[in-house]
T-cell receptor, first 113, second 111 residues
Framework: GAGVSQSPSNKVTEKGKDVELRCDPI?????LYWYRQRLGQGLEFLIY????????KSGLPSDRFSAERTGESVSTLTIQRTQQEDSAVYLC???????????FGEGSRLTVL | GENVEQHPSTLSVQEGDSAVIKCTYS??????FPWYKQELGKRPQLIID?????GEKKDQRIAVTLNKTAKHFSLHITETQPEDSAVYFC??????????FGKGTRLSVIA
């Protein structure tokens, strides 16, 4: 596609429910990132996929968070048993190989009631 | 892992003045230092980047300097305009590690 695509753009859920966020990176981009951005805050690294290497999960805040990527395509970020502090915009980004410009999606805004 | 500190957190300048944002990093192996601009409600976008084999890079009104010995790098914006108002993020990585961002600087250019 022309850019990084994320869905849903907005998600409202109740505390304790599970949510899945999807990211379609730019075709041919081997690197894929997930970041979390709370309102008015910075870009908090969550997880990094690079080609066929094991993902770098060092930024995941708890075991309620997990992510998968199928080959060099779609990635899904799953948050189990959501908490109010999980409310944020979840941004996906991809890049060609491991260095170089990151192209961000529009983000998925998650609101946990 | 890498840790990036960014200062100041907010910056107000008069239109036409210069703005400088500074970042430090912790991992001496880092060799790629990009800067991203995020306008209100928009996604972050790359504005300039520098690699460790150069000390300075310019693109029109924007320049970035890198001091590898001191592990710090800076963004300079000259002749600021109202459309420069945004949040700016610095970041650092080496070839195999994830890109880690600073906490951002909210720049306001006052007309």
């Amino acid at each position: 596609g022309a850019g990084v695509s994320q869905s849903p753009s907005n998600k409202v859920t109740e505390k304790g429910k599970d949510v899945e966020l999807r990211c379609d990176p730019i075709s041919g981009h081997t690197a894929l990132y997930w970041y979390r951005q709370r309102l008015g805050q910075g870009l908090e690294f969550l997880i990094y996929f690079q080609g066929n290497s094991a993902p770098d999960k060092s930024g995941l805040p708890s075991d309620r968070f997990s992510a998968e990527r199928t080959g060099e395509s779609v990635s899904t970020l799953t948050i189990q048993r959501t908490q109010q502090e999980d409310s944020a915009v979840y941004l996906c980004a991809s890049s060609y190989r491991g260095t170089g410009e990151l192209f961000f999606g529009e983000g998925s805004r998650l609101t946990v009631l | 892992g890498e840790n990036v500190e960014q200062h100041p957190s907010t910056l107000s300048v008069q239109e036409g003045d210069s703005a400088v944002i500074k970042c430090t990093y912790s991992d001496s192996a880092s060799n790629y230092f990009p800067w991203y601009k995020q306008e209100l409600g928009k996604r972050p976008q790359l504005i300039i980047d520098i690699r460790s084999n150069v000390g300075e890079k310019k693109d029109q009104r924007i320049a970035v300097t890198l001091n590898k010995t001191a592990k710090h790098f800076s963004l300079h914006i000259t002749e600021t305009q109202p459309e420069d108002s945004a949040v700016y993020f610095c970041a650092a990585k080496d070839g195999n590690t994830p890109l880690v961002f600073g906490k951002g600087t909210r720049l306001s250019v006052i007309a």
